[in-house]
């Protein structure tokens, strides 16, 4: 049984804009390639870090008015940003981190992902970045 838990709740800043009422998932996963160096004699295969490769997915309501999500990430398209999440408002602390991912890159965005009698939204991959945690 788990003995600390916490609501999901979210804070999301991309480029400096906070879009946490517009955002309904995000996804962060810290990765750091493997690299095989298993030498000869060995029995086994061995890894040692390589390169760092972030990445974030978020999912967001798709809105065109001029300060929502449309206007703020079109201007990022094949940019690199920085993206801000902290698992709540709260002040940041060992259990409120806050995590950065400093120069990841947007790809694409999805300019219209539309089905009858549903809310619009659509998910963005930012890859790459220096990947740092606040505490305090």
């Given amino acids: 049984m788990a003995s ?13 804009t906070d879009l946490t009422d ?5 996804t962060l996963n810290h990765l750091v390639e493997a690299l095989e160096d298993t030498a000869f004699g060995t029995t086994s ?11 974030i997915t978020l999912t967001f309501y798709a809105s065109y008015a001029a300060t929502e999500t449309y206007a703020t990430l079109s201007a990022l398209v094949g940019t690199q940003t920085t993206v801000v999440l902290s698992p ?11 995590f950065t991912l400093t120069d990841c890159y947007l790809e694409s965005l999805p300019v ?3 089905a009858l009698g549903t809310l619009s939204t659509y998910d963005i991959v930012l890859t790459g970045g ?5 505490t305090s």
């Fill in 45 to 55: 295969r061995t890894y040692t870090g390589g390169l760092a490769n972030n990445e």
């Fill in 130 to 134: 220096t990947y740092s945690v606040a």
């Fill in 88 to 98: 709540s408002s709260a002040a940041t602390s060992a259990t409120n981190p806050e």
């Fill in 112 to 114: 219209v992902n539309a």
């Fill in 4 to 16: 600390a838990t916490y609501l999901s709740n979210p804070v999301v800043t991309i480029g400096g």
């Fill in 22 to 26: 517009m955002c309904s998932a995000a």
